[in-house]
């Protein structure tokens, strides 16, 4: 009967500490508090949409560029005289500039995903998602920086090689402002770069705003030999339960004992009634 009996209690032990655990895992997940998300959502996919639109006009104005350069390196060019024309100032950090904003592309699409996901517990990582955006921000702004640059002051560089030998023309000073679709897909990556900025500074908020009801401190399990020693001594059969889950048994007070005679009487009755005739008896004799 005893070891059915504790069975029953490991069971109800084993079932409330389950309880306990879920419901203690469901209070963590409440306080923890997830700000901004819709915000989050909404800076992110304006990002996203930027960054995709300037990435396709900034890939289309290199390529398109490429090739006006190389027909017309084909138009001067004749069987005696060579013409090539080197854009590669503005060629390589225009392609920087469209790989970053392809990387913020993916990078936001995948941010976006992860923030609507229907288990959100994820504050933790709003701080990783801002630090990973801003790499990209970095990025996009040191290339585009440059490429500013070479597109208001920069020159191609011009080759023309012949029987007469090589002959460098470097006067072209300022050849790309006429171009006026390198200049749009520049002005669109700013505003690409603006978006990430904007999205970035919003993340950081966002992560400066997560807080958890958490104890910052370390938890403490069991005791230490001091405490155990500073705990009162109990029986060895008896059983821990500060919960109070396991019902006690009460003790049933036992009923007073009653006076008996003849042969049922105890041997301490009929000992107390020798012990009160023994001075009866003494004065008799005397």
């Known amino acids: 009967m005893s ?3 504790y069975t029953a209690r490991s069971e109800t032990d084993r079932e409330t500490a389950t309880t306990t655990t879920r419901v203690e895992r469901e209070r963590d997940s409440a306080n923890l508090k997830l700000p901004w998300i819709k915000r989050r959502v909404f800076f992110l996919f304006v990002a996203f949409a930027f960054c ?15 090739n006006q350069v190389d027909a ?16 590669n100032n503005v060629y390589v950090t225009g392609m920087l500039s469209v790989v970053a904003c392809f990387g913020i592309v993916v990078t936001t699409a995948g941010f976006i995903a992860y923030t609507v996901w229907p288990r959100r517990s994820y504050g933790q990582y709003i701080m990783s998602q801002a630090v990973f955006l801003m790499a990209w921000t970095g990025w996009l702004f040191i290339t585009l920086v440059a490429e500013t640059a070479f597109y208001n002051t920069g020159r191609p560089r011009v080759v ?12 072209l000073r300022a050849a790309y402002r006429p171009i006026k679709y390198l200049r749009n897909s520049i002005i669109l990556l700013w505003f690409s770069w603006l978006a990430v900025f904007v999205c970035t500074s919003a993340l950081f908020i966002a992560a400066s705003q997560v807080k958890m009801s958490r104890s910052p401190g370390p938890k403490k399990y069991g ?14 059969g008896h059983r821990h339960d500060p919960d109070g889950l396991v019902p006690r048994k009460e003790k049933v007070p036992r009923p007073p004992p009653s006076a008996l005679s003849g042969k049922d009487s105890s041997p301490v009755m009929s000992d107390t009634a020798d012990v009160e005739k023994a001075p009866a008896a003494a004065e008799v004799v005397q």
Do not use: C, F
Request: glycine share 12%; proline share 3%.
């Open 3 to 5: 070891e059915v009996a």
């Open 52 to 66: 995709a639109a300037g990435a396709g006009v900034g890939l289309n104005a290199i390529i398109k560029l490429n």
């Open 72 to 87: 017309q390196g084909r138009l001067v060019s004749t069987t005696d005289m060579g013409v090539t024309i080197d854009i």
């Open 160 to 171: 023309i090689s012949g029987d007469v030998g090589t002959l460098r023309i470097d006067d």
């Open 223 to 236: 005791l230490t030999a001091e405490e155990l020693a500073a705990l009162p001594k109990r029986d060895p």
